[in-house]
């Protein structure tokens, strides 16, 4: 019953901003986790910022702290990824995911979305 539904992505130019939405709807009660990964074809799935919903605390992969913002409206069940000053590696598809929290560094990713492409031109 769980769906996550990405949105938002598409072409631009380095320098430009996109942000990302994701509605999440039937995920389990403790799911306290959610986040933002993407892959590029021939790379490994490279994570990229995650939220604890009740708390706001905030997370982000190296690559992209300082230009991308996760945040999240609990009232519509969605978290948004705000990205600026893109670069064309950040090319690839943004997927959302959400799951439980064991520690900070053990998040249970039990959900997933279908993924947005972001393509980011030199």
């Known amino acids: 019953q769980a769906l996550l539904v990405e949105s938002g992505g598409g072409l631009v130019q380095a320098g430009d901003s996109l942000r990302l939405s994701c509605v999440a709807t039937?995920?389990?009660?403790?799911?306290?986790?959610m986040g933002w990964f993407r892959q590029s074809p021939g790379k490994e799935r490279e994570f990229v910022a995650g939220?604890?919903?009740?708390?706001?605390?905030?997370y982000y992969g190296d690559s992209v702290k300082g230009r991308f913002t996760i945040s999240g409206d609990n009232a519509k069940s969605t978290v948004y990824l705000q990205m600026n000053d893109l670069k064309s590696n950040d090319t690839g598809i943004y997927y959302c995911?959400?799951?439980?929290?064991?520690?900070?560094?053990?998040?249970?990713?039990?959900?997933w979305g279908q993924g947005t492409q972001v393509t980011v031109s030199p």
């Open positions: 995911a959400a799951g439980p929290i064991a520690s900070i560094y053990a998040v249970s990713w039990d959900y």
């Open positions: 939220l604890r919903k009740s708390l706001g605390n905030t």
């Open positions: 039937g995920v389990a009660s403790n799911s306290a986790a």
